[in-house]
C-alpha cells in the first residue's frame, strides 16, 4: 500500500503532461505512415484508395508514395470533415516530392477541398473550395506550387498565389515543405521553412483572406487527387504529414515545423 502514493502521482503527472503537450489548435493530422488515421481529436480519418505504398519520410518514419492512380478521401459521416466549414482562417501544412508533370498542359493535385464533381467546362482547377496543387499546365506552364481559393460558381478563382520565383521552383524527386497561412485580412505561404515573399498573384492580393469557410462548396477532401479542365487528376510522387491549424502560424511556427523530427 505504501507505493499507492506514487502511482497516483505518477499518474497524475503523465494525464497533466499529456493534457498539456496536446496541440488544440490543429484540427487535423494526417501522418501519413503507413495509414490514413487523423492523430488530431477529431479524428476525421482518411480512406486509402487505389495501392499507395509507405516509403522514407523527409523527417523519419515514412510517407505514402502516390503512383498516379491512388490518393487519400477524408470523409466523416459520407462528407468532408463539418468542423472545417466555419474555418475563416488558419493554416495548412503538408511535405510533398513530385515526380514528374508536364509543364505545358497539366498539374499536380495535392490538396483539394471542394466539389464532388467536376465544374463544367472548367478552364483550370475551379472547384468552388480550396486547392495546393504543384504546376498550372496550359494557362500558366509552371514549375511552381500554388494555393488557390474559390468563392464564385465555377468561375475563375478570387484567390490564387504561387512561389514565383527561381528559389521556389519545385525540382523532381525532392522533399519540400509548403505552408498556406490566411489570417482575418492577409495570406502568405512558407516554402522549406522560409516565407514566400516574391509570391505572384494571379487572382486579388496578399491582402485576402479565404479560406474554408469561403467555399461554396463542402463537398469533398482529398490528398492527391483533383480535378483540371473538369477532368479527374492525381498526384504523381509522395506525400507526407497533412496538418491543419485553427490559427495562422507565424514564421517562428513555420520554422519549428520544418526543422521538426519524428
Not at 492527391?224 to 502560424?249: H, M, S, T
Request: aromatic share 14%; with cysteine; proline share 5%.
Amino acid at each position: 500500500m505504501r507505493y499507492f502514493p506514487l502511482i497516483l502521482i505518477a499518474v497524475i503527472g503523465l494525464l497533466a503532461y499529456t493534457q498539456h503537450s496536446v496541440d488544440t489548435t490543429i484540427v487535423g493530422h494526417w501522418e501519413l505512415d503507413s495509414n490514413a488515421m487523423d492523430i488530431s481529436s477529431y479524428g476525421s480519418h482518411g480512406i486509402v484508395h487505389g495501392d499507395p505504398q509507405p516509403v522514407d519520410g523527409p523527417k523519419g518514419g515514412t510517407a505514402y508514395d502516390f503512383d498516379g492512380d491512388d490518393y487519400i478521401e477524408i470523409r466523416t459521416n459520407d462528407r468532408s470533415p463539418a468542423h472545417l466549414e466555419k474555418l475563416a482562417s488558419g493554416s495548412i501544412s503538408l511535405w510533398f516530392k513530385a515526380r514528374s508533370w508536364n509543364v505545358d498542359s497539366t498539374m499536380l493535385p495535392l490538396f483539394y477541398y471542394g466539389r464532388s464533381e467536376g465544374c463544367p467546362e472548367a478552364f483550370d482547377a475551379t472547384n468552388e473550395g480550396l486547392v495546393i496543387e504543384v504546376g498550372h499546365g496550359g494557362i500558366f506552364p509552371s514549375e511552381n506550387v500554388f494555393y488557390t481559393a474559390y468563392d464564385t460558381p465555377c468561375g475563375y478563382p478570387t484567390m490564387c498565389f504561387d512561389s514565383n520565383d527561381e528559389k521556389g521552383k519545385i525540382r523532381p524527386d525532392k522533399w519540400y515543405h509548403f505552408v498556406v497561412v490566411v489570417g482575418e485580412d492577409y495570406n502568405t505561404g512558407y516554402l522549406n521553412g522560409e516565407e514566400l515573399t516574391d509570391r505572384r498573384y494571379n487572382f486579388h492580393s496578399d491582402s485576402a483572406s479565404l479560406f474554408f469557410a469561403d467555399a461554396l462548396a463542402h463537398e469533398k477532401m482529398w490528398f492527391g487527387k483533383g480535378y483540371w479542365k473538369g477532368k479527374e487528376l492525381y498526384f504523381d510522387g509522395a506525400i507526407d504529414d497533412v496538418r491543419i491549424y485553427n490559427v495562422p502560424l507565424d514564421a517562428e511556427g513555420v520554422k519549428e515545423l520544418y526543422e521538426e523530427t519524428e
